[in-house]
């Protein structure tokens, strides 16, 4: 039997391969804590710059399965748990998150989205909050969708259920990127290559800092910023890559 979750680690990137074609990746317990435990566990080599989601198949995930969803012995509140702790790890993770969606993504899968990074889209895609129709409450991504969309778009989706177009995901920033597969893939190349480019350190620091200024107030906002830039400025690797910069302008003048 193939594992649920494949990971390749290649040229400085991670990628992670949902790989339950025949269940449209579901997401299952099984899966979630293959996932929890790469996220929590930091399972990634020191080069690595990015990690990258996909889905095999003709789906990049259908959300939380329906056997799991029915099942009240494997339906439990840890179960319920791990999976909000999942899109909590991916969050603040400290590498960049990209998710590659084609097919469509609905339900749960909208929580990985909103807790990626950078979401491309294949523009024949497909989303939906799907959990009202079911007759369910998307309590467990909310939070994390919210900070993604925000209030007004959250409500009309998640309370009509409507299905939603690439387009319309761009434009509510669930996504960041969409085009044909040939485009996404040459977009996500380059996105790569930029992520391989840049400082790790400060990438980190830089995804911690936005994600915690939702919850400081302004007073701590303005004493942590200029902790923060006071700080990295004084690192080799920002030092070496000033320098850089003042050479080449000066080389050009």
């Not at 969409?178 to 620091?205: I, M, P």
Request: aromatic residues 10%.
């Amino acid at each position: 039997m193939s594992a649920v979750v494949e990971f390749q680690e290649k040229e400085e990137v991670v990628f992670i391969k949902l790989n339950r074609p025949e269940k449209r990746n579901a997401l299952n317990p099984e899966l979630v804590k293959i996932l929890l435990s790469f996220f929590k566990e930091k399972k990634w080599g020191s080069s690595v710059k990015a990690l990258v989601f996909s889905g095999k198949g003709k789906a990049f995930c259908s959300g939380a399965d329906l056997k799991w969803l029915k099942d009240e012995a494997a339906f439990t509140g840890t179960e319920l748990e791990n999976l909000f702790f999942l899109f909590s790890a991916i969050e603040s993770c400290s590498l960049p998150v990209v998710a590659q969606v084609h097919g469509f993504a609905v339900g749960g899968a909208l929580g990985l989205l909103s807790v990626s990074d950078v979401v491309i889209t294949e523009e024949n895609s497909y989303f939906r909050f799907s959990e009202t129709k079911l007759g369910l409450v998307p309590s467990i991504i909310s939070s994390f969708v919210l900070r993604k969309i925000g209030l007004s778009q959250a409500r009309f989706l998640m309370l009509s259920a409507l299905p939603f177009s690439a387009k319309k995901a761009y434009e509510i920033g669930l996504s960041h990127f969409t085009g044909t597969q040939d485009e996404c893939d040459v977009f996500l190349k380059k996105l790569l290559r930029s992520f391989k480019e840049l400082d790790t350190v400060a990438v980190s620091q830089t995804k911690a800092w936005l994600n915690s200024i939702y919850t400081l107030p302004v007073s701590q906002v303005k004493v942590g910023s200029v902790k923060l830039i006071s700080e990295a400025r004084k690192t080799d690797s920002a030092r070496k890559r000033i320098n850089f910069l003042l050479k080449a302008g000066s080389k050009k003048q």
